[in-house]
């Protein structure tokens, strides 16, 4: 069979078909925002960052008498601000190998490594979600009950149904696996114990990565509590979705308390339920997030930037009432310790978006493809002296935490 000289376009196509392959939950979350950059605006492109626009929500009156309510719709932006990149090189010679070898022996494990690359930037966001269930013991995932309370929370929260998804570290993924040896259906036994595989549980298509976090509780110390009363806001338009709590009676001493994406309940404050806003049997939870000041003061006393905010009433009422001055801080885990962290969320939690980058002036034989969103640019360039062709192979990406109320991190 005759040899195959490869170019830019070859490689890119094959490119973008091995990552669209290799992607986990970076094919779960939803994807729809990379058309708004192919859009111009009077003439212009729409630069790194698009609006995203949040839903809104409503108060249900029960009387016959009309109360209009204004239309308070939330947004938040995205920004295209990560490149997963690799570069190779073959000699003339090497440039003659058929694009299967190729795609085997290069390609698939230099992707295989951007795969991972945004993976890991769309896992990293679960620092952002503020819901925490399961045990805390260590041991791993090995029943329904324990996989049960993910989906427990979102069903308590009234997350919608019907695009969930989970992530879980390997531990876990074939703790579960290991459970369902043990059921009667012998489809769903086959499938655990010849493959290896979970598939759908509780109506969540449920995955393994190796890329699933580990998050390590701060330091913590005394017997934090929130410092002053009326500690409630009204909602943020901008998107951001936090506010400042103030807390005091940590250890006297000035020294790291928490990390970002620590997660917290307030004695006396319930989660409601988003649609009816009646009062659920649980404790609201808080994430601490990013702009937080980390340490106490030599008076024990920490102002902490968390999310979500505090409100209390309204259509986007989400807590049953504001924190007591003086009301304890419960935190989720054992301070200083390390927690393999599974996550649970329905599609629209997250966003990915890539964007196709630009074939630069100069560049010869650049090659750019795009497949169900994804997006390779391969530019070859030639090093004549050794008879070398250096190749470098680029993605351009933003992630984005869109709805936090979507996603609940598990743990066993």
Do not use: H
Request: proline residues 5%.
């Amino acid at each position: 069979m005759a040899n195959t000289t490869l170019n830019a376009s070859i490689i890119a196509k094959a490119a973008v078909g091995i990552l669209e392959n290799e992607l986990t939950m970076a094919g779960m979350v939803y994807r729809g925002y990379e058309d708004e950059f192919d859009k111009k605006i009077n003439g212009y492109t729409v630069g790194d960052t698009i609006t995203i626009r949040k839903p809104t929500d409503f108060t249900v009156r029960n009387t016959i008498t009309a109360s209009p309510q204004d239309v308070s719709e939330a947004k938040l932006t995205l920004q295209i601000n990560q490149i997963a990149g690799v570069d190779f090189k073959f000699t003339s010679q090497q440039l003659t190998l058929n694009i299967a070898q190729l795609s085997e022996r290069v390609i698939q494990p230099a992707l295989v490594q951007v795969a991972n690359q945004i993976d890991v930037s769309v896992m990293s966001l679960f620092k952002d979600i503020p819901q925490w269930v399961g045990t805390t013991t260590g041991t791993p995932m090995g029943s329904f009950a324990a996989f049960a309370k993910g989906a427990q929370n979102m069903d308590q929260r009234s997350v919608p149904q019907g695009n969930r998804s989970a992530i879980l570290n390997p531990a876990d993924y074939w703790g579960m696996a290991g459970s369902q040896t043990a059921l009667f259906s012998q489809a769903i036994n086959n499938k655990a114990y010849r493959q290896g595989r979970i598939g759908e549980v509780g109506g969540i298509d449920t995955y393994m990565s190796q890329n699933a976090p580990t998050f390590t509780v701060g330091p913590l110390g005394g017997a934090p509590a929130v410092n002053g009363a009326a500690q409630n806001t009204a909602y943020d338009l901008t998107g951001a979705n936090t506010q400042t709590l103030i807390t005091n009676a940590w250890t006297a001493a000035a020294a790291q308390r928490v990390n970002v994406g620590d997660v917290f309940t307030i004695a006396g404050v319930f989660d409601v339920n988003p649609v009816t806003k009646a009062t659920l049997p649980i404790l609201k939870q808080f994430t601490v997030a990013p702009g937080s000041t980390l340490n106490s003061d030599a008076s024990g006393n920490l102002t902490l930037t968390i999310a979500p905010q505090i409100i209390t009433s309204g259509a986007f009422q989400n807590c049953s009432a504001v924190p007591a001055s003086g009301a304890l801080l419960t935190f989720v885990g054992t301070a200083n310790t390390a927690y393999g962290t599974n996550l649970y969320f329905d599609k629209n939690a997250f966003a990915l978006c890539m964007v196709p980058m630009v074939k630069p002036p100069g560049s010869v034989d650049c090659s750019r493809i795009s497949k169900n969103g994804i997006s390779v640019r391969v530019i070859p360039y030639y090093d004549g002296t050794n008879d070398v062709s250096n190749w470098r192979l680029d993605v351009l990406y933003g992630v984005k935490t869109v709805d936090r109320r979507l996603a609940v991190r598990v743990t066993n």
